[in-house]
């Protein structure tokens, strides 16, 4: 099993829709937990940290359910500049700063 | 300001030549990261300096020589690469401590001939 399981994708969307990426982790000791974006040909960037009660960052809301060692992401109001891939990210077995990346989800906007 | 930055942006080295990557912040981060990543990858951890000593060390060929100066500074010296080693190389600071974010640098792209 992967640490950090992530669909690939793509997600073929038009613009104003709503979606939803998930994330599976297989280290149960993990206290990080992380959504990056990446652009293509570019360096990830941080879009929010995930926090067990859950966080909203303008059309973003990321989730975290311990239990089932799941993290979610949803994008409301999807915008051209939504597409990218998104990192679920996660620290692994060896330290908090160990951090562990899906391979990402891929997301297309179309107008 | 959370600014990571690397040079050079480009790379392209022959397998005998020995070539430095270099990144730099000013955030008074402790951690230091170098990751490696191929084309529609995900990074993959290389190493980490925690108050410029090595922390961990990913069983990284000894071709790869990290190198961190002082706690603004990490360096990545490369001698007798591989073409398999071609990719992008992002190097990526923290504060040390915690479960903080790290932030990346826009990364140095690597041709090995």
């Known amino acids: 099993r992967k640490e950090v399981e992530q669909d690939p994708g793509p997600f073929n969307v038009p613009e104003g829709a709503t979606v939803a990426f998930n994330c599976t982790y297989s280290n149960s000791a993990s206290q990080s937990f992380f959504w990056y974006r990446q652009d293509c040909r570019k360096e990830p960037k941080l879009l929010m940290s995930?926090?067990?009660s859950g966080n909203e960052d303008g059309r973003f809301t990321a989730q975290l359910n311990r239990a089932s060692q799941y993290i979610s992401l949803l994008i409301r109001d999807s915008k051209l500049s939504d597409s990218a891939t998104y990192l679920c990210?996660?620290?692994?077995?060896?330290?908090?700063?160990?951090?562990?990346f899906g391979a990402g989800t891929r997301l297309a906007v179309h107008p | 300001d959370t600014e990571v930055t690397q040079t050079p942006k480009h790379l392209v080295m022959g397998m005998t030549n020995k070539k430095s990557l270099k990144c730099e912040q000013h955030?008074?981060?402790?951690?230091m990261y170098w990751y490696k990543q191929k084309a529609k990858k995900p990074p993959e951890l290389m190493f980490v300096y925690s108050y410029e000593k090595l922390s961990i060390n990913e069983s990284v060929p000894s071709r790869f020589s990290p190198e961190c100066p002082n706690s603004s500074l990490l360096n990545l010296h490369l001698h007798a690469l591989q073409p398999e080693d071609s990719a992008l190389y992002l190097c990526a600071s923290s504060q040390a401590g915690g479960s903080e974010t790290q932030y990346f640098g826009p990364g140095t792209r690597l041709l090995v001939l």
């Open positions: 990210v996660v620290n692994g077995p060896g330290g908090y700063n160990k951090l562990i």
């Open positions: 955030m008074g981060h402790r951690a």
């Open positions: 995930v926090y067990s």
